[in-house]
């Protein structure tokens, strides 16, 4: 059953990116998108969809701040893509791991990218991770 469900996310995850990317590159919003599918998409792919748009500009500074010198505009539409889907999963989805958030990511621009892609992803999702984990360590919340 669990090997269903990842199936099932991995999907939704990979429909999201399809959907994503057909929104930027049509300047729609992600719900303009969703409107236009002639079979609506999974839940998870709407919540994926929904997450981000909601929380767009948080995700947006982050992937900002840990480019490091690159602005957010000169990436590659894939890449910023899946960088938004494993942010919000990692920091809005509660049931999926980090781990899977930051694998998932890394395994689709393996798949849909360039060939240096899952290493930059790896890396832009590694420091605000390792920051994140590094802001906790040092709140007292032991």
């Known amino acids: 059953m669990a090997s269903?469900?990842?199936?099932?996310r991995r999907h939704a995850r990979e429909r999201a990116l399809e959907l994503m990317y057909e929104a930027e590159m049509k300047s729609i919003s992600p719900d303009a998108?969703?409107?236009l599918q002639s079979i609506v998409p999974d839940d998870y792919t709407v919540?994926?969809?929904h997450g981000i748009e909601e929380h767009q500009d948080w995700?947006?500074?982050?992937i900002s701040t840990y480019s490091y010198k690159w602005d957010i505009e000169r990436l590659a539409v894939v890449d910023?893509?899946?960088l938004r889907i494993a942010l919000y999963e990692i920091y809005f989805a509660d049931e999926i791991p980090t781990a899977v958030a930051i694998d998932e990511a890394i395994e689709l621009a393996k798949q849909f990218?360039?060939?240096d892609s899952p290493k930059y992803i790896n890396g832009i999702l590694g420091n605000i991770v390792n920051e994140k984990d590094d802001e906790k360590d040092n709140s007292g919340d032991l």
């Open 4 to 8: 269903l469900a990842f199936a099932g």
């Open 33 to 35: 998108v969703l409107d």
């Open 47 to 49: 919540q994926i969809m």
């Open 59 to 62: 995700i947006d500074t982050q």
């Open 80 to 82: 910023k893509q899946l």
């Open 113 to 115: 990218s360039t060939e």
